[in-house]
């Protein structure tokens, strides 16, 4: 591997093209995030979430993050979760540090429906010229990890397994709304594009973003034109289309995200987050999961005795 310092000392030179500059900086930023080495040497166990206590560790640390970086205020239940977390085709991944399965990063995908992406609330305009052109679309959405430099290179991990069910689903895009100081990342490493211009979510606090978007269609070609002519790069295209995990297959044909017991217990029982759904949101939620305006009403009553 070349050294650090070698490249580093390459700002001088005058690159030949835009094209060799990005090349050099896409390089430099894998070897300075220590990439290569944690996809290489596997740190993390990935899984979907599938029972509470799963959940529950997803959305605390969702809400420690967010806390923590201002985006959120002090909730009392210290957990935060969206409604398209609990739509059955969403998936919430976790990924587990190896010796302790302490939880050190999580992310979402949501598959488009009639209930629409979480992106909608400020980009529906862009979406919907997305789906006019008959584009079946996911978001990437509620992600969250430790600070250190592991937990966050572990994000490689859960993005690695949400493209393979995007995939297995026939996902032709996927997009996501990111703060603008993850936007270079994003596009320089990940190979999103920029699709939309600044806008604010009206539910976080001071909550910038950029709209990108990855086309599924021809990745493969995309990753390869971007990576494969230096080392460091191949190990990125080894882990994101040639590299199989145990638990892959196991984790891709589990067939439910929500449980009714799940959504009873964060939307009814430790939260008031169902009486403060969208109309479609209720009546979607209140079908699907089999609930009765008794059967909510008792909840609401139980959790605060």
Not at 53 to 63: P, R
Not at 269 to 274: G, L, N
């Amino acid at each position: 591997m070349e050294k650090l310092e070698s490249l580093t000392a390459r700002r001088q030179l005058v690159f030949a093209n835009e094209e060799e500059r990005i090349r050099w900086r896409r390089r430099r930023r894998l070897i300075l995030s220590k990439i290569p080495e944690c996809l290489s040497k596997r740190i993390v166990k990935v899984s979907f979430a599938h029972d509470l206590e799963d959940f529950e560790e997803a959305f605390g640390l969702l809400y420690k993050r967010y806390r923590a970086v201002g985006l959120l205020p002090s909730l009392p239940e210290e957990i935060f979760f969206t409604p398209y977390q609990a739509l059955p085709e969403s998936r919430v991944c976790l990924a587990r540090e190896l010796k302790t399965e302490e939880v050190t990063s999580t992310g979402t995908l949501v598959i488009d429906s009639a209930l629409g992406l979480p992106s909608d609330c400020i980009y529906k305009d862009l979406l919907d010229e997305l789906r006019a052109q008959g584009k079946r679309l996911a978001e990437i959405t509620c992600l969250a990890a430790k600070p250190d430099i592991y937990s966050r290179n572990g994000l490689f991990y859960v993005f690695r397994l949400l493209y393979k069910y995007a995939a297995a689903k026939k996902v032709t895009d996927l997009v996501i709304s990111i703060h603008p100081k993850h936007a270079e990342f994003y596009e320089l490493i990940l190979l999103f594009e920029r699709y939309g211009p600044l806008r604010y979510y009206p539910k976080l606090v001071n909550a910038p973003a950029y709209l990108e978007r990855l086309p599924l269609t021809d990745v493969r070609k995309r990753y390869e034109k971007a990576y494969l002519d230096f080392p460091e790069g191949e190990i990125i295209i080894d882990f994101f289309f040639q590299k199989i995990f145990p638990e892959d297959l196991k984790e891709l044909s589990k067939a439910y995200n929500f449980t009714s017991e799940n959504f009873r217990y964060f939307f009814l029982q430790k939260t008031s987050k169902f009486e403060e759904l969208d109309p479609l949101f209720q009546e979607y939620f209140t079908d699907y999961f089999k609930l009765h305006e008794e059967e909510k009403i008792f909840e609401r009553a139980s959790a605060w005795l």
